[in-house]
């Protein structure tokens, strides 16, 4: 059959994502892909400089997505289907451009683990994330931002004369618009990803690329790559270097042959071909290769404690299998970002397919000969240069405009767009993509004024030519607002309390109050951040914020009055909030620590003994109980 690309609708059980946060996050992200430095031992030159390169001072000017529940209903979600008479892909344009599911049609066989539900959970850098298929994370280090936001999609030109599906959007951590062009060859085995990530600026801009596909995670699940070494990471914050397939014992090459959740990151040797494969006890299972940009290539496995076990549970469903993640990406690891030049790209190909290897050589003992197995059946089904031959032919292609829209993403890469003048040819990001977030800062530009109609500010930028037209601005309260933002974010933290404070003092009550209590929160003002936080729930209350920013601004409230000893009044704000938010599980933890604070250590059992669940948990936080009852 020819290659066809057409529009499908997806049926999963769903837990809604709920609407964004829109207090603007002011902290560092608290993310768990972070390095402890001081426990680095020696690292190669180009690994030590990647790790201490551009790390992220806050999630800004992102939002975060902490609001969905676990309370799953029946949802349709729009996808596209990619298909040829070998394998069909179904991919999800409104949630970071997912592929959810690759089927290999002669053998009936699903190439990725396919979650059969759509569940956040707290992965991401900014939030809500979900787990299954293949994903692309770019930005920084982790999940990223777009895990579960719309992309634009559309119809072009594919390199053998059918079609391909374009993926486009506008990275706003870095500011880098980036595509991911997917196709099959007619009768080809492998699904082709064309990757191009361009800097439009005029200034060197940290990357970061890694693609994570799961696959289906059995006892006798193993993973191999085309490396003797691997760098080791886990919760613990270390990374040290390790022997493959593994020492003293055990084989980490099998995701449930070790008991702690870990990263591998394989040590694959320079001008070597890159892959990573997950094959069953059959010999069985799915190979991703690609051009030689895309070196690193990573295990994550959940383990076989009883803390993984937890995890996959509560990404799924319990009894349905859990998975392994096979990932590849720019630098050796996850903890490294890459400078790209101003006005330069990043662009390679990869691919994804099945593979069928002799089991007894894949399985043995013999480390070197399963490797060799392995690339030799790779490099059987899709030679190398057969792989670079389809990236040369798809780089034009790179450059062909859409023909048809299929999927629509934000309007940022629209206002970015129009105020630079930028060409991207082959992603463009139309005006009429614009929409009510993007409209405040259109007319920032165009009048040098910046007004919102609304009672809550909307989303911040904090760009540095952002900052520029904010200081130049008419004065007025929500500039002052978005401008102290943009400084907080820019490292000028004084001037940043003064713009808060002169929106304040301009009539901007609650959202530059809960600004400034952060701030002194930060600073370790404990006292004074209690009292502002505490004044400026008072004022959202009155203003008739909504749910989402009460729930939000509540919480921190409580928070930083439980820090300053003051449990009593973090106990009235809890109880101001609606009863359908104190019933979250993050509030009810909440409460259980204000009991506690409080000497109600009975009170504060019984609400855990109740059951807990807290929704938005992040990827290795403490145990609850810790949390509750620390020795």
Partial sequence: MATTVRRAVLSLPAAPLGPENPLPPLAAPGEAHRVDRARLGPLPDGMARGIGYAPLRSLLPVRRRDDYTRTRVPTDFDAVVIENDRLRATVLPGLGGRVHSLEHKPSGRS???????????????????????????????????????????????????????????????????????????????????????????????????????????????????????????????????????GQDGTDRTYPLGGEPPADHFYDIADGARPWIAAVDESGRGLVQTSTGLLRGRKLFAWGAGATGRRWQEWLTEPGTGGYAEIQAGLARTQLEHVPLEAGGEFAWLEAYGPLAADPRAVHGTDWAAARAETEARLEAALPRTQVDAAYAAWRPYADQEPKEQLATGSGWGALEAERSGFTLPGTPFAAATLGAQQRPWRQLWHTGTLREDGPEPGPSLVASHWRELLEAAEPGPHAAYHLGVAQWHAGDRSQAVRSWECALRLGLGWPALRCLAAADAADGHRARAADRYAAAVGAACTAGASRAALSALGHEAAEALLAADRAREAAEVLAGLPAATRARGRFRLLQARILLALGEVAAARAVVADGLEVEDLREGEQALAEQLFPA
């Avoid at 777009?146 to 870095?174: I, N, Q, T, Y």
């Avoid at 991911?180 to 990530?197: C, E, K, M, Q, T």
């Fill in 111 to 245: 190439l990725v683990y396919r979650n059969p539900v759509f569940q956040p959970a707290g992965f991401a850098l900014n939030g809500a994330w979900f787990s299954g298929g293949i994903e692309w994370n770019i930005g920084a280090t982790g999940h990223g931002t777009l895990s579960v936001a719309p992309l634009h999609a559309a119809r072009v030109p594919a390199p053998d004369g059918g079609e391909m599906l374009r993926l486009w959007e506008w990275e706003r951590l870095r500011d880098t618009p980036f595509q991911v062009d997917l196709w099959l060859p007619d009768g080809s085995d492998f699904l082709y990803a064309g990757v191009r990530i361009r800097n439009p600026h005029h200034r060197t801009v940290p990357v970061y690329w890694w693609s994570n596909t799961a696959v289906p995670e059995t006892p006798h699940t193993r993973v191999l790559a085309p490396a003797d070494s691997a760098w080791h990471f886990d919760y613990e914050r270390t990374l040290r270097k390790v022997a493959v397939p």
